[in-house]
């Protein structure tokens, strides 16, 4: 009963946040209304490989921990790249900001998360039959394996949970730690069942070949539009409701 009261209160807690979000925030869930609604997105194109990995900024050299700055490396290349994204915050950039070509981060070394099913999940909190506007998402940095996955100290949260925002770390104290999770991409660059890495290209640019560039202006999404490529499915899709906005 304690449990189930528990669950209760936080599922109440996150769709009250989920839905008081900011259009074009990062870590915000899209809503029915919402501007961006409809909007076309891509699939990114090679030699795009997002990945997730982290850059050896906190106290403990050579092991990952609470004071690393995790990225989306859209190249995939271990290095951090302009238009690269900061998924927690790092000296003063905000978590969902791009990296530009000044800044101080650019170039440096990426490591893999320590987890061997790393990726983004979410919980299933709304306890529905798939992922809903009231479930929280999470890049699981931790976890050694998908099915049976939980969250984690050092989990990463990709929107706001019982006040906690989005970008930041989950502890051990913290109330959504040790949570059964879903995934949604694992890996990061195949896609999955249940969600897609996608962008908009807001200025339409294009290379030789016709295929979509993305650059500084493109806002990223984890769509649930469509299945992707990989799953026999379309390289594109539409920005709808229960989609999370990536950049900020």
Request: hydrophobic letters at 40%; zero cysteines; aromatic letters at 10%.
């Given at each position: 009963m304690k449990e189930l009261t528990k669950v209760c209160i936080l599922t109440g807690l996150v769709l009250a946040l989920s839905l008081s979000s900011a259009l074009g925030q990062f870590g915000s869930k899209v809503v029915t209304g919402d501007a961006d609604v409809g909007r076309f997105l891509e699939d990114f194109p090679a030699p795009l490989n997002p990945n997730l990995g982290y850059w050896d900024t906190g106290s403990n050299p050579g092991i990952y921990d609470d004071g690393d700055t995790i990225y989306l490396?859209?190249?995939?290349?271990?290095i951090i790249d302009a238009n690269d994204i900061?998924?927690?915050?790092?000296?003063?950039?905000?978590?969902?900001?791009?990296?530009?070509?000044?800044d101080n981060d650019i170039n440096k070394p990426l490591s893999p998360?320590?987890?061997?099913?790393?990726?983004?999940?979410?919980?299933?909190?709304?306890?529905?039959?798939?992922?809903?506007?009231?479930?929280?998402?999470?890049?699981?940095?931790?976890?050694?394996?998908?099915?049976?996955?939980?969250?984690?100290?050092?989990?990463?949260?990709?929107?706001?949970?019982?006040?906690?925002?989005?970008?930041?770390?989950?502890?051990?104290?913290?109330?959504?730690?040790?949570?059964?999770?879903?995934?949604?991409?694992?890996?990061?660059?195949?896609?999955?069942?249940?969600?897609?890495?996608?962008?908009?290209?807001?200025?339409?640019n294009v290379d030789g070949n016709g295929d979509p560039i993305y650059d500084f202006s493109d806002d990223v999404y984890i769509d649930v539009s469509l299945p992707s490529v990989p799953m026999g499915g379309f390289p594109f899709g539409f920005v709808v409701p229960n989609n999370v906005r990536l950049s900020a």
């Open positions: 490396d859209f190249l995939g290349n271990g900061r998924l927690t915050d790092y000296s003063g950039y905000l978590a969902g900001s791009k990296v530009m070509s000044a998360l320590p987890g061997q099913a790393a990726g983004i999940y979410y919980a299933d909190l709304y306890g529905s039959q798939g992922y809903d506007i009231q479930d929280p998402v999470y890049v699981l940095a931790m976890t050694p394996a998908a099915v049976g996955a939980r969250t984690a100290t050092k989990d990463v949260r990709l929107g706001p949970v019982l006040g906690l925002s989005p970008g930041t770390k989950v502890l051990n104290y913290h109330p959504d730690n040790d949570g059964p999770a879903i995934p949604m991409i694992v890996p990061v660059a195949g896609g999955a069942p249940v969600a897609t890495l996608r962008f908009y290209n807001a200025n339409g």
